[in-house]
């Protein structure tokens, strides 16, 4: 690559396109014989954020045929009353997926909720049965911001093996799935988290560079090497309003082979994938495997 050249973009939103329109087709093949996906959502409490991303959710099932129903509980709902919502989901045939909105008002604890979930229904795949799964190297739900992260890095035909990549930040959501799916492809994975003593270094090495911290351009582009991917989790939103991720995007961008816009990369291919996972489940759950 040439000073002149800048890296590509990794459009999230035109794979998203992409995806939908292949799992449309699985869709209708499922409802053809009668088995129609069901994605169920759990909303507690009025957060507004929490309201949007729950209608984005919904809208996306309903433009690609999935069933979509939300549960939407008062703030004051007793922790006992939501563990109840989640048995009884479990128990309907017709619910394939099944999601808790987080984060849920003070007073109600998620983690006994999410263990509750049939992790066959999972379709967050952030149930401790799906995250051991997962580091065992076996078929279960994953994380949707993880797998739309390798979505992204597989779009332009990546070869990942043997690569070194750096993943900073170490959430269950999001740093440490991704690195178990890098490791899986045989990447040679670095975590890098708060106590990091030389991110500029670590990063500096990296062939693959994922963010995902939550601090608006941590990673400068000087630190990028040249011809690396770089995958930006983090959406941060700046005083005025506008959005910004956790790279340094424009400096990233004359250094890196390809790159993720904030918006517009990571983003759209999290619900993709939320859609994914849910007609994965609706066809583990009778037998079969998505072919998409
Ligand atoms: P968490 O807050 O759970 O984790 C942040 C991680 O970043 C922690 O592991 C923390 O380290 C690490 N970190 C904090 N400061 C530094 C630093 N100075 N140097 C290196 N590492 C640091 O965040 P999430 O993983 O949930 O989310 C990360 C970002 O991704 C957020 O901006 C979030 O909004 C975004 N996000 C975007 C999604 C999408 O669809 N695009 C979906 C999910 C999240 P330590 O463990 O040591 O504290």
Not at 25 to 30: K, N, P, Q, V
Not at 33 to 56: A, K
Not at 88 to 100: A, K, P, S, Y
């Amino acid at each position: 690559m040439t000073s002149a050249e800048q890296g590509v973009l990794l459009d999230g939103k035109a794979l998203a396109r992409k995806m939908r329109g292949e799992l449309r087709g699985e869709i209708e093949a499922l409802v053809a014989q009668g088995l129609t996906p069901g994605l169920d959502v759990v909303l507690v409490g009025e957060d507004p954020p929490s309201q949007i991303y729950v209608r984005n959710k919904q809208r996306s099932c309903e433009r690609l045929g999935i069933r979509s129903r939300v549960h939407r509980l008062e703030t004051t709902t007793p922790q006992s009353e939501l563990e109840q919502l989640i048995r009884d989901l479990n128990q309907d045939d017709e619910v394939d997926g099944i999601l808790v909105q987080l984060p849920l008002p003070k007073g109600l604890d998620a983690k006994p909720v999410l263990e509750l979930i049939d992790p066959a229904k999972d379709v967050d795949g952030l149930h401790l049965i799906n995250q051991g799964r997962l580091l065992a190297g076996e078929e279960g739900l994953q994380p949707c911001t993880p797998l739309g992260s390798m979505a992204l890095i597989d779009s332009i035909g990546y070869d990942i093996s043997g690569k070194k990549a750096v993943v900073v930040g170490r959430s269950n959501l999001v740093g440490k799935p991704v690195a178990q799916l890098l490791l899986q492809r045989n990447a040679t994975v670095t975590m890098c988290h708060s106590r990091t003593q030389d991110l500029a270094a670590e990063v500096g090495q990296a062939d693959i560079v994922i963010a995902a911290v939550g601090y608006p351009e941590l990673v400068k582009g000087s630190w990028i090497k040249e011809g690396a991917v770089v995958v930006d989790v983090g959406i941060n939103r700046r005083d005025d309003g506008s959005l910004v991720g956790d790279v340094e995007f424009e400096e990233s961008q004359k250094r890196a082979l390809a790159i993720t816009p904030v918006p517009g990369g990571v983003g759209p291919m999290t619900i993709t994938m939320l859609l994914y996972n849910t007609v994965d489940a609706a066809k583990r759950r009778r037998g079969a495997h998505l072919n998409v």
